[in-house]
């Protein structure tokens, strides 16, 4: 080896020492983002589903797709810590691959949020319409649990507001017109006035507000900062694909220079 490639090598060295250093801190995090997404799908199957569920537009496969995203990204990541420890270069080539894939389809996603947003809101509310007119019907366990436990965690009663629940089959079939579920009530249950109300008695004894504005304001406000931090995270994939392209280029020219 001639005193010129020596000092080539000697340095290449360093730069891929430090490009792979990088590599190792860019796999952490795009690990422990797969661990993120995989819990939220989970999350979402498991509980956020009896809410998601009430929207006409709600997808049941959406968790499985976020599971499935999540552990591949984890597999992937580990994988990628492996290329790098062992610094294969066309595996290094094969994690870029996979990576400029990983950013389509979150670049894909986060984009529909942004779209979107107004159909979920309208799908939301033409779901919470049909699950008042099927609330408390034979066959109907799921809706009716499902409303209840909304109504509950939001503190709201009803679409707009709660005289929603009096043009609804649950009302016409109570002893009493104008009434809601117990769902609706402000205070205990065994006080409550839920049926036959006024206004004056519903401002006392339930809830007046609508579900919908809450999950209209939910969605304005946080569903702008979620579509933007996927944004975020599919460019970060950038980076990452172009680490793992610049450390499988270095490999190969160091070996290169090794051999000659």
Same mark, same amino acid.
């Given at each position: ?68 995203v ?31 894939? /990983?950013?389509i ?12 947003r ?12 049909? !699950? ?6 034979k066959g ?23 005289k929603?629940?009096y ?25 409550c ?12 004894? /339930? ?10 304001d ?11 931090v996927?944004?975020?995270?599919s ?5 990452? !694909?172009?680490?793992?392209f ?5 490999i ?7 051999? !000659?």
């Amino acid at each position: 080896m001639t005193k010129g490639r020596m000092d080539s090598a000697l340095s290449t060295a360093p730069v891929v020492t430090c490009m792979k250093t990088l590599m190792m801190v860019f796999n952490f995090i795009f690990w422990v983002t797969g661990i993120v997404i995989l819990a939220i799908g989970i999350w979402t199957k498991v509980d956020l589903y009896k809410y998601l569920e009430l929207s006409s537009i709600y997808q049941p496969e959406a968790p499985y797709v976020l599971i499935g995203v999540g552990a591949v990204i984890v597999l992937i990541g580990s994988l990628g810590c492996c290329c790098t420890i062992k610094g294969h270069s066309v595996l290094l080539y094969m994690f870029c691959g996979f990576l400029f894939v /990983i950013f389509i389809i979150e670049l894909s996603a986060g984009i529909a949020l942004l779209v979107y947003r107004g159909k979920l809101e309208k799908g939301f509310k033409d779901g919470l319409s049909a !699950a008042l007119q099927q609330y408390g019907q034979k066959g109907e366990g799921e809706i009716t649990d499902a409303l209840d436990e909304l109504q509950k965690k939001l503190v709201c009663c009803g679409i707009d507001d709660y005289k929603d629940w009096y043009d609804t089959p649950f009302s016409r079939s109570s002893a009493l017109p104008n009434s809601v579920p117990e769902s609706c009530c402000r205070i205990s249950t065994k006080e409550c006035i839920h049926t036959g109300l006024t206004n004056e008695t519903a401002s006392v004894n /339930i809830h007046t507000q609508g579900c919908h504005k809450l999950v209209v304001d939910f969605i304005n406000g946080n569903m702008g900062p979620i579509g933007g931090v996927a944004l975020g995270i599919s460019f970060f994939q950038v980076l990452g !694909a172009v680490l793992a392209f610049c450390l499988a280029k270095s490999i190969s020219r160091a070996k290169y220079e090794q051999v !000659a």
